[in-house]
């Protein structure tokens, strides 16, 4: 087995939790600095041998009941696969070993990592899960994102394709390295800060990708109608999931009193529905609509950002990929793209929330 897939699993945060004590609290009584201790439980960070026993020491314990080198027999699904055999990728979030059943990706054919077969995983020779950032997003272009963290970085990207609101849960679970969410204007500073304090339980960070344009994508023709003439007609409308920041366009557009018959899970589907007939109007990005041919009313511009836990910040992964997004040869690809903005792309925005 490769040393990179070896990794120092600890049980320090359930510990201080049950004893109710703070990241500071231990900190204080180990006599090691709270970002350390951050870095510890988050497994970004391997204690040295005097660390290591001081933490033993505040806790009353044995240095191996803190600590344990696990490898691939300790890697555990993300979520529980439907398929027999299943293809997986592989990930380490944290101090965490991730299995994550292979699933349709807007990155188009991501190679697997493994086959898992009657509950045997037998990996391939080029799995190296300390190697793979994954995000859950919904960005249509995020494809762009992924060629240049490549080409950029020694890592590869694997894209979850989930709405603003559950990106955030599997963020807050422990799944992801990043969550993509757009639940606000660009010139609402909080909207996005707010929507993340609501679901997440520690200090994170804002990073802004883009500024882009979401409104009604519409079949040719229709938008000669403008908006409050197309809300009061009977149209077909398709709608996205709840808990995206498309729905939640959709829904103040009509005054929350719309029940879609029709659902989808990303902007592009919306767009595919209107263009093969099945509907005429939905919400999705400018983007889309452009390369779909469909006509195109702007309703407003939303910031579009990274949201990363403030445990994580220093994983290399995670720095190589604030540093591909404040690129300048991403920001100007960006920047070329119908609906998106790419002025503030890189701002970073820092919330305590512990």
């Given amino acids: 087995m490769s040393k990179e897939n070896f990794v120092l699993q600890n049980t320090i945060r359930s510990k201080?939790?049950?004893?109710?004590?703070?990241?500071?609290d231990l900190a204080d009584r180990a006599g090691l600095s709270r970002t350390g201790i951050s870095a510890i439980e988050a497994g970004r960070l391997i204690p040295s041998t005097a660390a290591a026993l001081a933490l033993a020491a505040a806790f009353h314990c044995r240095v191996e009941d803190l600590f344990v080198l696990a490898g691939k027999d300790t890697a555990e699904w993300a979520w529980p696969p439907t398929a027999n055999p299943v293809r997986y990728w592989r990930a380490?979030?944290?101090s965490r070993h991730l299995l994550y059943p292979v699933e349709h990706s807007p990155l188009g054919m991501v190679p697997h990592d493994g086959v898992c077969r009657d509950g045997k995983c037998i990996d391939h020779p080029f799995a190296e899960p300390v190697r793979t950032l994954v995000i859950a997003c919904c960005d249509p272009a995020v494809g762009l994102l992924a060629t240049e963290y490549a080409r950029q970085t020694p890592f590869r990207l694997v894209v979850l394709q989930r709405s603003s609101r559950v990106a955030l849960q599997l963020l807050e679970q422990g799944l992801v390295h990043a969550a993509?969410?757009?639940l606000c204007k660009s010139d609402e500073e909080q909207g996005n800060r707010t929507a993340a304090a609501e679901i997440l339980n520690s200090d994170f960070h804002l990073i802004r990708v883009a500024d882009w344009e979401e409104g009604l994508a519409l079949s040719p023709g229709l938008a000669l109608n403008g908006a409050g003439a197309l809300l009061r007609?009977?149209?077909?409308?398709?709608?996205?999931e709840e808990g995206s920041g498309a729905r939640q366009v959709l829904d103040e557009l009509h005054d929350h009193n719309f029940v879609p018959t029709h659902t989808v899970n990303d902007h592009s589907s919306v767009a595919l529905a209107i263009r093969s007939g099945f509907a005429q109007a939905g919400v999705s990005l400018r983007l889309v609509c452009a390369q779909e041919g469909l006509d195109f009313i702007s309703v407003r511009q939303e910031a579009y950002e990274f949201c990363i836990l403030d445990s994580a910040i220093g994983d290399p992964r995670v720095t190589a990929l604030i540093d591909v997004v404040r690129s300048a040869q991403y920001r100007k690809i960006l920047s070329e793209l119908p609906g998106y903005q790419s002025e503030k792309t890189g701002e970073l925005d820092s919330v305590e929330n512990g």
């Fill in 16 to 24: 201080r939790e049950s004893l109710g004590w703070s990241q500071q």
């Fill in 233 to 240: 007609s009977d149209l077909r409308w398709i709608a996205r």
């Fill in 92 to 94: 380490m979030v944290g």
């Fill in 180 to 182: 993509g969410i757009h």
